[in-house]
């Protein structure tokens, strides 16, 4: 879930003539438990915005979701499985939302027009865009990097001290690669280290718990619950804050993004601007009181435990960054994945128009 590559089973899933659809339920349908009140909100801000239309909500089962979780409560419930909620019949801007557990299964959602919005893997926007020739356009950066250094080895404290030492890390021939080499090379450090790959992080992290003084990389949540499992261990160095130490073009370390079809926010203005205002008030919600948040966490199925989601929360830096400031944040790392593999985004980098409202 936490793995930035678009497979090309995923594309030819898509893009297969004889694709059956893999559509979501409907949503003017009202579900048992739908309620008026919990929809009461939802109402107002669609009379003031002259819209009458369901907004269908993907996204995965990682950190890209979790600054959702307070708009899903709020709108239209958490959902719990792979079954999309069904909000209840009103009139007005209403969302359904669903979240899936690989970009396998979202991605051709989106590609195939049964999502309007969702949130994806930032280089997967890229290459939704390249696929669908601009049919698919970035309106928010919602988690910036949530890769940490974790080890027992009290020698490292920085990322400068990496040098020497062998790394494990998951990801290979995809972003996670990508993006350490360019930090690597920034640090002037990229000689001096040996990259080792695993398959999955739950390796990397069975490896620390075996040999705590190892060195691995981790995402969130693994590294929250990996340190709750070995006081011997400790997570120094955020690879978010490597980036802003070293590059200095206004970009940041963007691991998630939220794209709508073109068709979609063309058609309904009001609809993107109204899921922009609740999707930046739910992080802030978050934010600010990960405890409250993290039993909607739970629920969505990202974190088993609220001890460890409520932990997890501030290290998976959910934002929810629009116009130039997220053009400024995501351009800049597209290009650093670009450099390494062209194909990661894709084939090209967007154009200007991939940045909506910028």
């Known amino acids: 879930m936490l793995n930035a590559n678009l497979t090309r089973r995923a594309l030819l899933r898509a893009l297969g003539t004889g694709a059956a659809a893999l559509g979501l339920a409907a949503c003017g349908s009202a579900g048992a438990d739908g309620g008026s009140a919990q929809q009461g909100a ?12 369901c907004v269908r909500v993907a996204s995965l089962k990682g950190p890209t979701t979790i600054g959702l979780v307070e708009m899903m409560d709020a709108t239209s419930g958490v959902p719990e499985g792979d079954e999309p909620t069904t909000p209840a019949e009103t009139s007005g801007i209403r969302y359904s939302y669903q979240v899936v557990s690989s ?19 930032s280089n997967a926007a890229a290459v939704l865009y390249n696929k669908t020739g601009g049919g698919v356009l970035t309106i928010d950066v919602n988690t910036l990097g949530v890769l940490s250094v974790v080890t027992g080895d009290a020698g490292v404290k920085g990322f400068s001290d990496l ?5 494990y890390l998951s990801g290979q021939g995809s972003s996670p690669e990508y993006t350490l080499d360019y930090l690597l090379d920034a640090a002037g450090i990229a000689d001096q280290v040996t990259v080792e790959f695993k398959s999955e992080h739950t390796e990397v992290a069975s490896l620390l718990a075996t040999d705590p003084n190892a060195v691995g990389i981790l995402p969130e949540p693994f590294t929250t619950a990996t340190l709750a499992k070995n006081d011997a261990l400790s997570a120094p160095v955020a690879l978010a804050d490597v980036w802003a130490e070293y590059v200095k073009d206004g970009s940041q370390y963007v691991l998630g993004t939220t794209v709508v079809r073109k068709d979609f926010a063309d058609e309904h203005p009001d609809a ?3 899921f922009l205002q609740r999707h930046k008030e739910s992080v802030d919600k978050v934010n600010a009181d990960p405890a ?29 960054e629009t116009g130039a400031e997220m053009k400024d944040a995501l351009e800049g790392y597209l290009e650093v994945l670009f450099g390494a593999n062209p194909g990661s985004v894709g084939g090209s980098l967007p154009g200007d128009d991939f940045y909506y409202g910028a």
């Open 42 to 53: 939802q109402g107002q801000g669609a009379a003031a915005a002259g819209e009458d239309v």
């Open 103 to 121: 970009p396998d299964d979202l991605l051709p959602k989106v590609i195939q027009g049964d999502v309007d919005i969702a949130c994806v893997p």
């Open 163 to 167: 040098a020497g030492r062998t790394v």
């Open 272 to 274: 993107v601007k109204d």
């Open 292 to 320: 409250s948040a993290a039993p909607l966490v739970v629920k969505a199925g990202i974190v088993p435990s609220e001890q460890v989601a409520a932990k997890a929360i501030p290290g998976c830096h959910v934002v929810c």
